[in-house]
Every structure is written in C-alpha cells, then in structure tokens.
Nanobody, 126 residues
Framework: QVQLVESGGGLVQAGGSLRLSCAAS????????MGWFRQAPGKEREFVGT????????YYANFVKDRFTISRDNAKNTVYLQMISLKSEDTAVYYC???????????????????WGQGTQVTVSS
C-alpha cells in the first residue's frame, strides 16, 4: 500500500510558477511509476506526466510543452511537479498517482494507477 500526500498548490497569477510536492509513504517506491493528473471543473481527469522512480525517466502530455518538469528525491521519497509560465487553463486540482509497474510509454488513463493522493488546488488568475 502506498499513501500519497500532495502540497504546494495555491493561487498564482498567469505567467507565474508553482512547485507541487507529493510525499509518499507505506513502502519503497522502487519499480514504481509515479505521475501527475489534473482535473478542471466540469472536465475529466487529464494525464500530465510521469517519472520512473528507479531511472528518473520522464514523460509528459503534449500540452506541457516544456512548462512543467517532474522530478523526484529518492532520499525524501518525494515527487515534484515544477510548473512555470502558468496559464488560466492550468487551473485544476492536481493529483499525484502511483502505479506498481513501468510501461513505456506510460499509460495515459487514470484507471491504471491504483494509488492517488487527495489532490491540491491550483488556481491561475488571468
């Protein structure tokens, strides 16, 4: 069992930056695929990107376009989502996820990932 707790969300102006954190506990993340999804009001959950815990290999949704970066700190058992040049359309609840196997490319559907955090709200004002 893996527990995920996100933090770092908030209100930011368009063009600004935020860094979200996802602290994992419960077991070692070796061999896990960690990632981020987001859900805007009235929309389905949307894949943002993933990072392979062992190798640090990342994969991003097309809309990210070099604005978002996923990283991890093995010692802290934490995954990060650094976001820059934020736009109003980035407003959403952001979720940290974990899956117990690695695929390349990673699954884009939320149903593959059994572990989810509670989400953190990101609001970008224009």
């Amino acid at each position: 069992q893996v527990q995920l707790v996100e933090s770092g969300g908030g209100l930011v102006q368009a063009g600004g930056s935020l860094r979200l954190s996802c602290a994992a506990s419960g077991r070692t993340l070796s061999g896990y695929l960690m990632g981020w999804f987001r859900q805007a009001p009235g929309k389905e959950r949307e894949f943002v990107g993933t990072i392979t815990w062992n190798t640090g290999t990342t994969y991003y949704a097309n809309f990210v376009k070099d604005r978002f970066t996923i990283s991890r700190d093995n010692a802290k058992n934490t995954v990060y989502l650094q976001m820059i040049s934020l736009k109003s359309e980035d407003t959403a609840v952001y979720y940290c996820v974990a899956g117990a196997a690695v695929f390349s490319p990673p699954p884009l559907g939320p149903s593959y990932y059994p572990y989810w955090g509670q989400g953190t709200q990101v609001t970008v004002s224009s």
